[in-house]
């Protein structure tokens, strides 16, 4: 009888259940347990898609990570990175316990002990220098809701010096505030209402996977799909043109288009009239260039140039989306702006499948006086972008500590040799993580963090309009703490612990105040993902923004670009572009055996002598790196191309070679503004 009901079972396929006998005094029998369980949770990496995922968990280990088939965004896809994160949580490589640096290396010690040190240290650094002696950097690797009351405990404890400016995202944003007031991104579930679309500077297919099938609907549809973009990057298979114009000078590209739209007379003179401010101004500045001097400028074929007129004419409307990687220049508000500006007189803002969009507030849905930047309004701030010559050249007080978390600024701002030198001669550092990387080099505590995973929290994204839970997968391994929890530990040693010390449900459902008061409930927030309320799909479809003067701002001054004076020396713009394989620096050391590969043109490359796979030093104004080349038919001859985010003790650190600028609108980091030469490596025998 037992033997034919298992028999039955295994033919239905009872899935994720196991058969187990057991027996008691009185009787004998058999039962089903659930062996897996599925959670709903969201993943909370740096990066664009914010998915919905499904983890599935087996005696409390994770064992996959799959797309949420109930998101309405990701609709139950997920990347290969996604995937292999599995193996980041259980990699032997991660660090579990707190460590203490003894000498050159490092021994584990307590949590007791290192929340000691650190608040005994804390403590002295505030009564000898004040708390702004104390940096706290925090970096991009997580942005959850209970991220914000980090910068709490730092007010509370009396305010340190805190971060502004960006490495990321800040000089786009910046810029359409200047033109609509407030940026706001068409929904990109509206991009399904475009019958055309353009990716300025932007590479979905390795950084918005949820944009592909959007984007491979439309083209079904009919709807061309331009790529704008110097380098040939992923993107180009998905799109029907390139257009690749000299890096940094799409503005003229942009003024170059709205003429030719001019002089075809299919502006929307309605908009223009109507709904917008300022354009006699941009016309002016239009009109000091002709069409050819533009084409000549940003290096477009004109025949390119009239292909992108026409289509903004024909086929409207247009989304166009820019990407992050377009505004690290020094003058990319001037490229935003254009755009923003072409669009205008293209007909295409507040129109449903039109707009200008790049990304959304990650922290867009909270309560943000939570952060207690009213506690210690006036506080020391650093710019980000500079943060290594900030902490050098900072007095009144001198940085005596700093405290990272989810950052790793000595790999991924720019010039790192500059950022380590200031992280080396900072009397204590601290670091909280996963793993060792080259920041933590620098660090005299190591405290190891949880990944979202082990983890309750709440995330919103930069890519879409969703706000989606995170629900504790795992317990945390090994002695690992959120940061939520590490920051409520270290704030017991103080003072004003009390006012640290709530649950952290208490904490979500304050910090989600303002959603609670839209009619969403908490209940609904740790189900699955829910639409940001008052989010639009379309924005500015009225016609009104929420500028001064209710109007679309045209950009009113444009000064031109001046060519860098060490071009002979440096021939080659350095394209520092997002990696294929993996977010941000998040490596490991073991998976970094290999040097970096750099593209480089073809016909460049047998001008330098260069063969495939060869290894060369790429040599800037502040710092030099070797790496393997491969010798690229279709990229620009100007450029050397090279992903992001190695790590410098695996020799992969390509910001050893960027120079530390700030945009001149938005405080952004123009980390393109790098020139570089290529310099044989001397064969050894
Ligand atoms: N796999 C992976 N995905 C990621 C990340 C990652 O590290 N790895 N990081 C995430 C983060 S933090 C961000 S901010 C986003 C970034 O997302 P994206 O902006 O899509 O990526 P980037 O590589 O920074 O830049 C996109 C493209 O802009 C082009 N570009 C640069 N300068 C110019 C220019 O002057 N004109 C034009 N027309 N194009 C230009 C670059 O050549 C590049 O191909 O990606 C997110 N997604
Ligand atoms: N050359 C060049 N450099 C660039 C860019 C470029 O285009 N070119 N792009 C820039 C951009 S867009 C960005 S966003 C920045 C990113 O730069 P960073 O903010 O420094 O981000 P990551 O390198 O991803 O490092 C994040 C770290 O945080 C850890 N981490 C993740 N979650 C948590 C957590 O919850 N708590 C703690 N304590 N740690 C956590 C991760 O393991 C990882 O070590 O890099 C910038 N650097
Ligand atoms: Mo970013």
Not at 10 to 31: A, C, I, M, P
Not at 237 to 249: F, L, V
Not at 321 to 334: D, F, M, P, Q, V
Not at 431 to 460: C, M, N, Q, R
Request: charged share 25%; glycine share 8%.
């Amino acid at each position: 009888m037992v033997f034919l009901c298992l028999w039955k079972m295994q033919n239905t396929r009872l899935e994720n259940r196991k058969v187990f006998f057991y027996h008691d005094d009185s009787k004998v029998g058999f039962g089903f347990i659930k062996m897996k369980r599925n959670v709903i949770t969201t993943c909370t990496r740096d990066c664009t898609n914010t998915c919905g995922l499904v983890a599935t968990v087996e005696h409390g280990k994770l064992l996959y990570l799959r797309g949420n088939p109930q998101h309405p965004v990701n609709k139950g896809k997920v990347c290969h990175k996604c995937a292999r994160f599995v193996q980041r949580v259980y990699s032997p490589e991660r660090v579990l316990t707190p460590l203490r640096r003894r000498g050159s290396g490092w021994a584990p010690i307590s949590w007791a002990d290192a929340l000691d040190e650190i608040a005994g240290r804390m403590d002295r650094i505030k009564s000898r220098f004040g708390p702004e002696a104390i940096l706290y950097y925090q970096g991009f690797g997580e942005r959850t809701a209970l991220k914000l009351l980090n910068t709490r405990f730092f007010n509370l404890f009396g305010g340190a010096t805190t971060l502004y400016g960006t490495l990321c995202g800040g000089t786009g944003q910046a810029a359409q505030n200047l033109d609509v007031g407030c940026r706001i991104s068409h929904d990109p579930l509206d991009h399904l209402n475009s019958r055309s679309l353009i990716l300025w500077g932007r590479n979905p297919v390795i950084t918005n996977i949820n944009l592909t099938p959007i984007i491979k609907e439309i083209r079904t549809k009919g709807a061309p799909v331009v790529l704008i973009d110097p380098v040939v990057s992923e993107s180009r298979r998905i799109c029907d043109y390139h257009i690749q114009p000299a890096p940094g000078q799409d503005a003229y590209l942009a003024m170059a288009v709205a003429k030719i739209i001019l002089a075809r007379k299919a502006e929307d003179i309605d908009f223009l009239s109507r709904h917008s401010e300022g354009y006699e101004a941009f016309l002016k500045i239009l009109d000091s260039f002709t069409v050819v001097e533009l084409a000549v400028a940003c290096d477009v074929p004109l025949e390119q140039v009239e292909y992108l007129a026409e289509l903004l004419i024909q086929r409207k409307p247009t989304a166009i989306l820019l990407g992050w990687g377009l505004h690290r220049w020094e003058s990319a508000h001037y490229t935003v702006r254009c755009i923003d500006a072409l669009n205008a007189i293209a007909g295409n803002i507040g129109v449903a499948g039109g707009g200008v969009s790049q990304g959304f507030e990650e922290y867009g849905p909270y309560d943000l006086n939570l952060t207690g930047s009213d506690l210690k309004p006036n506080s020391r701030k650093f710019l980000m972008p500079l943060i290594g010559e900030e902490i050098l050249k900072a007095q009144a007080p001198p940085v005596e500590m700093i405290f990272v978390t989810a950052g790793n600024p000595v790999g991924m701002a720019p010039n790192s040799n500059k950022v380590a030198e200031a992280f080396a001669k900072t009397p204590f550092v601290v670091v909280a993580g996963h793993f060792l990387d080259d920041t933590t080099d620098y660090a005299d505590i190591f405290l190891p963090s949880t990944t979202f995973l082990e983890e309750k929290d709440l995330v919103a994204g930069f890519g879409h309009n969703y706000i989606g839970p995170v629900n504790r997968v795992i317990e945390p391994l090994g002695e690992s703490k959120s940061d939520f929890k590490m920051f409520q530990d270290l704030a017991e040693r103080f003072s004003f612990a009390a006012e640290f010390n709530r649950s952290l449900d208490d904490w979500l459902a304050l910090l989600v105040e303002p959603l609670l008061a839209r009619g969403v409930s908490l209940k609904q927030l740790f189900e699955g993902p829910v639409r940001i309320p008052d989010t639009p799909m379309i924005p500015y479809a009225d016609r009104i923004f929420p500028t001064p003067s209710g109007k679309f701002m045209f950009m009113q001054e444009f000064a031109r670009s001046t060519r860098q004076k060490n071009e002979q020396e440096f021939p080659y713009q350095l394209m520092s572009v997002v990696a294929r394989d993996w977010i941000g620096s998040e490596l490991t050391l073991s998976e970094q055996s290999e040097l970096l590969t750099v593209h480089l043109n073809a016909q460049e490359g047998l001008k330098l002598g260069l063969r495939d796979g060869d290894t060369v030093w790429l040599v800037s104004s502040v710092g030099e790196l070797q790496v393997k080349v491969k010798l690229d038919e279709a990229q620009r001859k100007d450029l050397v191309v090279c992903p992001r985010g190695g790590w410098i003790k695996a020799g992969r650190g390509v910001n050893l070679l960027t120079r530390d600028l700030v945009s001149k609108v938005g405080n952004g980091t123009p980390y393109f503004e790098t020139r570089v030469n290529i310099k044989p490596v001397q064969k050894k025998g």
